[in-house]
Nanobody
Framework: VQLVESGGGLVQAGGSLRLSCAASGLKWDDFAIIWYRQAPGKEREGVACINHGDGRTYYSDAVKGRFLVSSDKAKNTVYLQMNNLKPEDTAVYYC????????????????????WGQGTQVTVSS
């Protein structure tokens, strides 16, 4: 399994970015793709999840209403549209793949997925 993130960069507060996670080597419908982020000195936190097994999506309270996760099966790519960005959104963003049956409303955000991308930096200036 290989996951490659792209789309990070520097943006002003209130702006938008769209991250992409290109996945290969996995059976699409058997996996959930989870976006995590990690800011300096902080723990890695779950941001958003799309479960291809049942179609459910999940968001952390910090990004709910501002971020949107979607996927394009034909392109094997998952997107994270980030709107109304805030300086506290600054972090390295990772996508990870987890077996879909292991993802639940209470556990999706826990960073125990077996497959990870290399991360992409998002910096939001005030």
């Amino acid at each position: 399994v290989q996951l490659v993130e792209s789309g990070g960069g520097l943006v002003q507060a209130g702006g938008s970015l769209r991250l992409s996670c290109a996945a290969s080597g996995l059976k699409w419908d058997d996996f959930a793709i989870i976006w995590y982020r990690q800011a300096p000195g902080k723990e890695r936190e779950g941001v958003a999840c799309i479960n291809h097994g049942d179609g459910r999506t999940y968001y952390s309270d910090a990004v709910k209403g501002r971020f949107l996760v979607s996927s394009d099966k034909a392109k094997n790519t998952v997107y994270l549209q980030m709107n109304n960005l805030k300086p506290e959104d600054t972090a390295v963003y990772y996508c990870a793949a987890e077996t879909s049956v292991l993802v639940s409303p209470g556990s999706w955000h826990v960073p125990h997925a077996p497959f990870w991308g290399q991360g992409t930096q998002v910096t939001v200036s005030s």
